[in-house]
Nanobody, 124 residues
Framework: QLQLVESGGGLVQPGGSLRLSCADS????????IGWFRQAPGQEREGVSC???????YYADSVKGRFTSSRDTAKNTVYLQMNSLKPEDTAVYYC??????????????????WGQGTQVTVSS
């Protein structure tokens, strides 16, 4: 089964950028849709983006135009490039994999495997 690992989180100033990575060392991610989710303290987990197995993408309105998800097949890694970060983006970010890989969606219950999360803090 998948063992997803997120990396790239940290502290960044408003307006700055971070690139998150989601990787699995043993199983290819090519056959999965990969979603990004985030959860702030006291809040429900919310969908951020999704990239399908055919590289179609979907973004939540709150991040559209600022965040971009992509795949690097050679590295078996999915990225979330986050630009123009705002304090409201502060959260633990999770990547997740969905076996139904041909469609787009960012509902948490649709996803089968989850990473442990990486903290993103946007603050001056």
């Amino acid at each position: 089964q998948l063992q997803l690992v997120e990396s790239g989180g940290g502290l960044v100033q408003p307006g700055g950028s971070l690139r998150l990575s989601c990787a699995d060392s043993g199983i290819t991610l090519d056959y999965y849709a990969i979603g990004w989710f985030r959860q702030a303290p006291g809040q429900e987990r919310e969908g951020v983006s999704c990239i399908s197995s055919s590289d179609g993408t979907y973004y939540a309105d709150s991040v559209k135009g600022r965040f971009t998800s992509s795949r690097d097949t050679a590295k078996n890694t999915v990225y979330l490039q986050m630009n123009s970060l705002k304090p409201e983006d502060t959260a633990v970010y999770y990547c997740a994999a969905r076996r139904n890989a041909l469609t787009l969606g960012i509902t948490p219950d649709e996803y089968d495997y989850w990473g442990q999360g990486t903290q993103v803090t946007v603050s001056s």
